[in-house]
């Protein structure tokens, strides 16, 4: 019944929320954002111990104020998310400005293919359907297997109609991280969301200062293919949208290849990190990331 009710929730969502006009949609999901950060739930509790983490000098009124703009941040992309298949490619062309694209453009015009890799930033399906539009780059993208399976059905439709390629995780009849590997391979172009990965495959990191595990996908894509891999960030600026392309994240020359993919998840952390400081109510993790709270919940400063 649960399942059931979710897929009923995300289909009404994308059914009625994208007929609003857009003040008052923006308008009821800050209204809901506030409710939610009022009622200091389980997401928004682990939302502030998580930004304790990127802002150590915060205290708890400071971490209180993060936390209520970062769930309005939240629920700005999933307003976002609902309104997006009825938005025009000029309407999308316009949300978002990109810095340093043209190190990807260089990359892509010389056949040699790209991995993009995200954190959980801002509003990755607006950047990605960009990408495929007016960036040019139709790419191929990753998703987690949802219960009921028709929810997933919603979600690969969705992104599909953003122009995305999306292979499901896990449950498929080929290899996932073969076809990614293919694509690169014919010079094409994979995004993938890559902050989090609490599982034994995930690579260890240091990340703000502790820590926790990363998938090793994009890297090892990388490596296997001899495509180039970017960090990306991403920040809401008012009204737009902005992202960033990083340098190159490039292959060590020393090391077998478990040594060298977990260099190269570490920069991406690092460039993350950097990015997460900065906007940090941009980013949206409300679930456990460091293994530290694993063995059980961790105090957010001045609570009781």
């Not at 506030?34 to 304790?52: F, I, T």
């Not at 703000?208 to 809401?236: D, I, K, N």
């Not at 008012?238 to 190269?264: C, I, W």
């Not at 690092?270 to 941009?282: L, P, Q």
Request: charged letters at 25%; a neutral charge; one cysteine or more.
């Amino acid at each position: 019944m649960k399942e059931r009710l979710s897929d009923a929730a995300y289909a009404l969502g994308w059914a009625a929320v994208k007929r609003l006009p857009e003040p008052v949609a923006r308008g009821l999901f800050n209204r809901i954002a506030d409710m939610a950060w009022s009622r200091r739930g389980k997401g928004v509790q682990r939302l502030e111990a998580n930004l304790a983490r990127v802002h150590p000098e915060a205290d708890a009124e400071r971490l209180r104020e993060l936390s209520r703009a970062g769930m309005r941040s939240y629920l700005r992309y999933w307003m976002e998310s609902f309104r997006l298949p009825a938005w025009s490619l000029a309407r999308i062309a316009d949300a978002i400005t990109v810095k340093n694209i043209e190190q990807l453009d260089a990359v892509m015009a010389s056949g040699r293919g790209a991995v993009l890799a995200l954190p959980h930033m801002a509003n990755w399906d607006l950047a990605g359907a960009w990408i495929a539009s007016a960036g040019g780059y139709p790419f191929t993208t990753v998703a987690e297997r949802l219960k009921p399976e028709s929810l997933f059905d919603r979600f690969v439709a969705y992104r599909e109609g953003l122009g995305m390629e999306v292979l499901a995780l896990t449950g498929g009849e080929v290899s996932v991280i073969g076809t990614l590997a293919r694509r690169l391979r014919a010079g094409g172009l994979v995004c993938l969301v890559g902050d989090r990965d609490l599982s034994a495959a995930g690579v260890p990191v240091d990340f703000f200062g502790e820590p926790t595990r990363m998938p090793a996908g994009p890297a090892a894509l990388a490596q296997q293919t001899g495509a180039a891999l970017f960090p990306v960030t991403l920040w809401y600026d008012g009204p737009m949208l902005r992202a960033e392309v990083h340098p190159e994240v490039p292959v060590p020359q020393e090391g077998d290849r478990k040594e060298r993919t977990a260099a190269m998840v570490q920069s991406l952390a690092d460039v993350w990190a950097e990015g997460i400081r900065e906007h940090s109510v941009d980013w949206h993790m409300l679930q456990k990331l460091w293994l530290a709270d694993l063995a059980g919940p961790r105090p957010v400063r001045g609570s009781q």
